[in-house]
């Protein structure tokens, strides 16, 4: 059975973006076709200034967001990375198959490097490796897929890499994965600067929609989403990005085609009227249920619990091999 593995950062509330890029297809399609893994990928969470105890509330909130979604613990595997200590293990490894060279044109690298260098903090070196650690929470586990919005392309693309490298050097040892993405809004944008990813880490709040916005807030922030100067809808994400954008959120939320619904709208007010209510009737569901979930904290820890559990299992033999392999 393809073996399947995604995770999300405990860096912010979940947002829309998480949801349409990723969440999504683990819910509906993935935990039902294959073996699945789902992480709250905490370590990557230290890569940046934060509060130890706002990590620990956040893992807990995504993991039981990731649950209320739809994420079945019968089908699949949902952990969380620091309890299971192969990922660590395994990414000294990689680091001694990467460079620095490869790891410093990472976009996400240079991205929140100048933003921590701009608050005038120092950047971690963890900002620098984290990506190794991603290749190693994914060839822990002998990935086949790893499906994740398009901003991941190239940290998959280094996994792959790395990955081929270590085979070639030292005998095959890792499965060589590929990265899959949704056919519509693979990257859905700040609503209020459609040049840049709705991203939960990010300060502002206005342009980005959380699973957990209540319907009025999810209203108001589409209301105000940046449009352009135009009158007509069109689908041009050059020249039109937000309205682009919001397109690309009313076809994922409503199964269609956003070139087609351009067409559809003759305003901008409609446009965003629509799209405000799919994101809400999308999202009702789900808040319903982690009110549900978050008063048993019980029931949460136990799933977490086995999920490490079943992880470690997996993963010890591979990463044995790699120690093996390696010479050691
Ligand atoms: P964030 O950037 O919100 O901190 P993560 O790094 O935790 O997100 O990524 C978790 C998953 O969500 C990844 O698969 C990523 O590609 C996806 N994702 C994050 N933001 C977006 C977005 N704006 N549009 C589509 N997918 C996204």
């Not at 200590?85 to 990689?94: M, Q």
């Not at 070196?125 to 290749?135: G, H, I, N």
């Not at 999810?218 to 990005?241: F, L, N, Q």
């Not at 789900?286 to 619990?305: I, N, P, Q, S």
Request: neutral net charge; aromatic residues 6%.
């Amino acid at each position: 059975m393809k073996r399947i593995f995604s995770g999300l950062k405990p860096t912010g509330h979940l947002t829309l973006g998480n949801y349409l890029g990723a969440l999504r297809r683990w819910v509906e399609t993935d935990q039902h076709q294959a073996d699945a893994l789902f992480c709250v990928v905490d370590l990557h969470a230290l890569t940046m200034e934060h509060d130890p105890g706002r990590v620990r509330r956040l893992s807990r909130q995504t993991a039981t967001l990731m649950l209320a979604a739809g994420l079945d613990p019968e089908q699949c595997t949902l952990f969380v990375q620091s309890h299971v200590d192969a990922h660590t293990r395994l990414s000294y490894l990689l680091e001694c198959t990467a460079t620095d060279g490869e790891l410093r044109r990472m976009i996400q690298y240079k991205e929140k490097g100048e933003r921590a260098r701009a608050a005038g903090e120092s950047v971690r070196l963890s900002l620098l490796t984290y990506p190794v650690l991603m290749a190693a929470d994914i060839l822990a586990y002998g990935t086949d897929e790893v499906p994740v919005g398009d901003d991941q392309t190239q940290h998959v693309q280094l996994t792959r890499d790395l990955a081929t490298r270590f085979n070639q050097r030292y005998g095959h040892t890792f499965t060589v994965p590929r990265a899959t993405h949704p056919v519509v809004a693979a990257r859905v944008m700040d609503l209020q600067d459609p040049t840049s990813k709705m991203g939960k880490s990010h300060d502002s709040g206005a342009g980005i929609v959380y699973l957990l916005d209540e319907p009025d807030v999810v209203r108001k922030k589409v209301a105000r989403a940046v449009t352009d100067s135009g009158r007509e809808v069109r689908y041009d994400r050059e020249a039109s990005p937000g309205v682009a954008n919001l397109l690309d959120i009313l076809a994922a939320c409503s199964g269609g085609n956003p070139e087609e619904l351009a067409g559809v709208y003759e305003s901008y007010g409609a446009l965003k009227r629509d799209t405000a209510e799919a994101v809400v009737e999308l999202l009702r569901p789900m808040r319903g249920r982690h009110a549900e979930l978050a008063a048993d904290t019980g029931f949460v820890d136990e799933v977490l619990r086995k999920g490490a559990e079943r992880a470690r299992e997996i993963a010890r033999p591979r990463v044995d091999a790699a120690y093996a392999a390696i010479g050691l």
